[in-house]
C-alpha cells in the first residue's frame, strides 16, 4: 500500500513537472522564433506587431496586442512581451504563470524607414 502512494505521488509529480516543462520549452521556442524574425524579417513596425501576433497564434501563446509592445529608432528594434497561461499542474487544478521577456535587436547597416 505504501509503495501505490509513492507511486500516485511520483506519477503527480512527474505530471506537474511534464506541464510546466512543456510551458516553458514552448515559451523559449516562441521567444527564439520572434528574436530572429525581428532581425531578419519585416523592418515596419506595424509588420513587426503583426508577425509576432501570428507566431504567438501558431505557438498557442495566449498573447494580447495591448500585452506586446514593439518600437524602434533608427537601428534599434524593442521587443516587449508578457503573457499569462493557465497551466494544468495538478488534474483539475491549474495555476496562472506569468511569462515576459525584452529584448532589443540592433540593425548592422541598416537603416529602418
Known amino acids: 500500500m505504501k509503495?501505490?502512494?509513492?507511486?500516485a505521488i511520483a506519477a503527480l509529480l512527474d505530471h506537474a513537472a511534464y506541464r510546466v516543462g512543456?510551458?516553458?520549452?514552448?515559451?523559449?521556442?516562441f521567444q527564439d522564433?520572434?528574436?530572429?524574425?525581428?532581425?531578419?524579417?519585416?523592418?515596419?513596425?506595424?509588420a513587426l506587431r503583426a508577425?509576432?501576433?501570428?507566431m504567438a497564434a501558431a505557438y498557442s501563446?495566449?498573447?494580447d496586442d495591448e500585452n506586446l509592445v514593439v518600437n524602434?529608432?533608427?537601428?534599434?528594434?524593442?521587443?516587449?512581451?508578457q503573457y499569462q497561461k493557465?497551466?494544468?499542474?495538478?488534474?483539475?487544478?491549474s495555476r496562472p504563470w506569468h511569462f515576459e521577456w525584452t529584448f532589443?535587436?540592433?540593425?548592422?547597416?541598416?537603416r529602418l524607414r
Open 104 to 110: 532589443d535587436v540592433v540593425q548592422h547597416g541598416v
Open 72 to 81: 524602434r529608432n533608427d537601428r534599434t528594434i524593442h521587443v516587449d512581451v
Open 33 to 46: 522564433a520572434v528574436h530572429e524574425m525581428v532581425r531578419f524579417g519585416p523592418r515596419d513596425k506595424a
Open 61 to 63: 501563446v495566449p498573447l
Open 86 to 93: 493557465a497551466i494544468e499542474v495538478f488534474p483539475a487544478y
Open 22 to 29: 512543456t510551458e516553458y520549452l514552448t515559451y523559449y521556442t
Open 51 to 54: 508577425e509576432v501576433l501570428d
Open 3 to 7: 509503495g501505490l502512494v509513492q507511486l
